[in-house]
């Protein structure tokens, strides 16, 4: 199955910026569709940023349409997601996703069967 592996999680003040990285160990379909979401503590596992790989269109949650941007690197299977303009409620741990049927490109957690360790964001005021 799909291994991932995020890194690039810290701490930042408000304002400040941080990019995330997942790589996976293997494209699994070729509907295959990757892409992030985040839980703070005590809270619902949410949507932030999703990419389909075949045709490279993304989506992004409300919260953070115009601050973040997910891209992908064909060749290595891997996706990043550029933080910027961070806030405190951007706290979180950020977890990478992986699906086998990326046509649906569903901002839910039950659209994808793969998942990564999760990465610390902390943005502080």
């Known amino acids: 199955q799909v291994q991932l592996v995020e890194s690039g999680g810290g701490s930042v003040q408000a304002g400040g910026s941080l990019r995330l990285s997942c790589v996976a160990s293997?494209?699994?379909?070729?509907?295959?569709?990757m892409g992030w979401f985040r839980q703070a503590p005590g809270k619902e596992r949410e949507f932030v940023a999703t990419?389909?790989?075949?045709?490279?269109?993304?989506h992004y949650a409300d919260s953070v349409e115009g601050r973040f941007a997910i891209s992908r690197e064909n060749a290595k299977t891997t996706v990043h997601l550029q933080m910027t303009s961070l806030k405190p409620e951007d706290t979180a741990v950020y977890y990478c996703?992986?699906?086998?049927?990326?046509?649906?490109?569903?901002?839910?957690?039950?659209?994808?069967?793969?998942w990564g360790q999760g990465t610390q964001v902390s943005v502080s005021s």
């Open positions: 996703a992986a699906t086998n049927y990326g046509a649906l490109l569903l901002p839910i957690t039950t659209a994808y069967e793969y």
């Open positions: 293997e494209r699994t379909s070729n509907d295959f569709g």
């Open positions: 990419i389909s790989w075949s045709t490279g269109k993304t």
